[in-house]
């Protein structure tokens, strides 16, 4: 197992878990000694516990028909899952940015063009 894997496997299991839930809810439970200037492999650490996180809450949720336990324990799968994830989010976001689009034109009669005249003459 590699550094990555060991600290993805950390970073879900439940102990993590709850000191990281606990340190959200309580200030003063902390996950490092060092509260600043992070190693990279703190930083990676808290990305993949925050990553973990949201995905436990989502499960719990059920706001995904394809995420399960199995799924969060697999790193390939839940690698696959985060990009998968992240496509229906953005196309979920162009929906939502054309169907504004659309609602923000205001037609007086649909399916006619209204024109105007204007004088540049002054």
């Known amino acids: 197992m590699d550094i990555i894997q060991q600290i993805r496997y950390l970073a879900r299991s439940a102990h993590w ?30 990305y993949w516990v925050k990553v973990y996180d949201l995905l436990y809450s989502e499960l719990g949720q059920k706001e995904w028909r394809y995420l399960d336990d199995e799924v969060i324990k697999d790193d390939d799968r839940c690698d696959a899952f985060l990009y998968w994830r992240g496509l229906q989010r953005e ?26 005249d204007v004088d540049f003459e002054r």
């Open 17 to 46: 878990q709850n000191i990281y839930n606990a340190s959200k809810e309580i200030g003063s439970v902390q996950l490092f000694e060092n509260t600043t200037n992070h190693s990279g492999l703190q930083s990676l650490f808290l």
């Open 91 to 116: 196309n979920e976001l162009n929906r939502y940015k054309n169907n504004q689009k659309v609602n923000n034109l205001n037609f007086e009669n649909p399916g006619q063009v209204t024109t105007f």
